[in-house]
């Protein structure tokens, strides 16, 4: 059943009918927030007060004007701005993406077969995401959209409401983006590498 | 080409979308400038990393707390303020108004009463006008409505014309 005839009868009183929209668009809102905020705990939570937010202001969707994902991820994006304005506002906690870290500490079998592999992997994803939050919010919801919900360029137009040209250079700068603060963080590690080795040769003097 | 040019047609270049001439030209100057030549291959271990991320799974019982959430929500009803009801209602005001002005029951000719009535019809139209748009997320008719409003403002001050010649007077708050 198409979501604008789910949204339809959820109109006409029967709620229950939200339940298949859940399921059909939660994995996808979820991982488009998860590129856009700190952990997946923000994710998940930012997910359901979307969708939650979606439901008491279902009155007001036009299906003439959008279809119902995209007026979804419209909300998921207002919900992730409204959250990362208030994080701006907050003292910014030095622990960075402490789910994840979390995750690393749980023993992996997968990891012993090949501990440097898995290691880079994990360490390169976090050094992304990290140069992903550094990114302003268009290039990162663009980005975001692209890569962690796999959208054409031309539902992200119409989902950020730009044209496809905007899109374009949206994702191209923000690549750009990425890839100086990417080119900052390894040369932040590599001069830590060196000083560090500098104050073991000192110890050892 | 220089790398300005060259910078220009990257995103094109990168996605494939460049003729084969233009692509053989944007090598070209690659293979003379080594900063474009570090930009590209920049971008193409990026592009690699952004295809390597790995994407999450909803937490267990994600839908259970939305669905028992929204069980709390009253049942959503269709929106029912509609854009013809907008319009009934400028077209209802100025009617009040021009009818009390014709009646003589509103003083228009005390100018700093005239002034801020039409100030605050207007702030009053214009908030109506934001409210009914942003309720129903209705950009493009936010544009249609505003417009109507000042066709409506033409036709009022047209109606209005035979007050002009004392305008003068009001505004220096003298009857006419």
Redesign the interface.
């Known amino acids: 059943m198409p979501d604008e005839t789910l949204v339809a009868l959820?109109?006409q009183?029967d709620?229950g009918a939200?339940?298949p929209l859940?399921?059909r668009h939660?994995?996808g809102i979820?991982?488009f927030l998860?590129?856009t905020v700190r952990s997946?705990e923000d994710?998940?939570d930012l997910?359901?007060e979307t969708?939650?937010r979606a439901?008491?202001?279902?009155?007001?969707?036009?299906p003439q004007?959008a279809k119902f994902s995209t007026?979804l991820y419209q909300i998921a994006r207002n919900a992730a701005r409204t959250h990362l304005g208030k994080e701006r506002r907050r003292p910014q906690s030095e622990e960075l993406f402490e789910d994840e870290t979390l995750e690393q500490r749980l023993p992996d079998t997968r990891r012993e077969a090949s501990p440097d592999a898995m290691i880079l992997?994990d360490e390169?994803?976090r050094a992304?995401?990290a140069a992903l939050l550094s990114v302003p919010e268009r290039m990162r919801t663009a980005?975001s959209l692209?890569?962690?919900r796999h959208m054409e360029y031309q539902e992200i137009a119409d989902t950020m409401n730009v044209s496809l040209g905007n899109v374009?250079?949206l994702?191209?700068r923000g690549?750009?983006a990425?890839?100086r603060a990417?080119?900052r963080e390894r040369g932040a590690r590599e001069r830590s590498t060196t000083q560090e080795v500098g104050g073991r040769e000192l110890l050892c003097l | 080409m220089n790398c300005s040019a060259c910078e220009a047609r990257l995103a094109a270049y990168l996605d494939g979308e460049l003729s084969a001439r233009d692509a053989q030209a944007i090598e070209a100057h690659m293979n003379s400038c080594a900063s474009c030549r570090v930009l590209v291959n920049d971008l193409r271990a990026v592009e690699i990393k952004l295809q390597g991320l790995r994407g999450v799974e909803p937490r267990p019982g994600f839908d259970v707390a939305v669905m028992a959430a929204i069980a709390a929500l009253p049942v959503p009803k269709p929106a029912r303020l509609r854009l013809r009801w907008f319009v009934a209602y400028v077209a209802a005001a100025w009617a009040v108004l021009i009818t009390l002005t014709v009646a003589r029951v509103i003083d228009w000719q005390h100018a700093f009463a005239a002034v801020a009535i039409e100030l605050g019809k207007v702030a009053a139209a214009g908030s109506t006008v934001l409210g009914v748009g942003l309720r129903l997320h209705l950009t493009t008719f936010v544009g249609a409505g505003i417009g109507i409003e000042m066709l409506v403002l033409l036709v009022g001050a047209f109606a209005l014309r035979r007050f002009y010649p004392q305008m003068r007077g009001w505004f220096a708050g003298a009857p006419a």
Do not use: C, D, M, P
């Open positions: 959820i109109l009183g709620s939200f339940a859940v399921e939660k994995r979820v991982n998860y590129g997946t994710a998940n997910a359901q969708f939650i439901y008491s202001h279902l009155g007001t969707f036009n004007l007026w992997a390169e994803q992304v995401r980005l692209r890569y962690y374009k250079t994702i191209h690549k750009a990425l890839a990417l080119g």
